[in-house]
Nanobody
Framework: QLQFVESGGGLVQPGGSLRLSCVATGGTLPYYYTFGWFRQAPGKKREVLSYISSLDDNTYYADSVKGRFTVTRDSAKNAQYLQMTSLKPEDTALYYC?????????????????WGQGTQVTVSS
């Protein structure tokens, strides 16, 4: 059974950058799949940040991160990455990797059956 492990979170100053990684272990990804990135701040709902589909690397970005975050994937490493730049204090949250079979992306957490454990990102001076 596939499991997903995030890494790369940490404490960064406003304006700084971080690169999150999510690696799938325990098996091989199918030909068609979608990876998502979500985050959840205390007291707030889990929100979508981006997704990337294995079909032509189709991507989606939430307005809140468009132009600042970039999602990529490496099928050979069973991985996806989130490059985050120009970080703001309001980006502080627990960041989650999400996975679903099929190439149709979704912005709804309920459409992703598999999740990582989360990695904390804190933006503060």
């Amino acid at each position: 059974q596939l499991q997903f492990v995030e890494s790369g979170g940490g404490l960064v100053q406003p304006g700084g950058s971080l690169r999150l990684s999510c690696v799938a272990t325990g098996g091989t990804l199918p030909y068609y799949y979608t990876f998502g990135w979500f985050r959840q701040a205390p007291g707030k709902k889990r929100e979508v940040l981006s997704y990337i589909s294995s079909l032509d690397d189709n991507t989606y970005y939430a307005d809140s991160v468009k132009g600042r975050f970039t999602v990529t994937r490496d099928s050979a490493k069973n991985a996806q990455y989130l490059q985050m730049t120009s970080l703001k204090p309001e980006d502080t949250a627990l960041y989650y990797c999400a996975y679903k079979e099929g190439y149709i992306g979704s912005v709804y957490p309920g459409d992703y059956p598999s999740w990582g454990q989360g990695t904390q990102v804190t933006v503060s001076s």
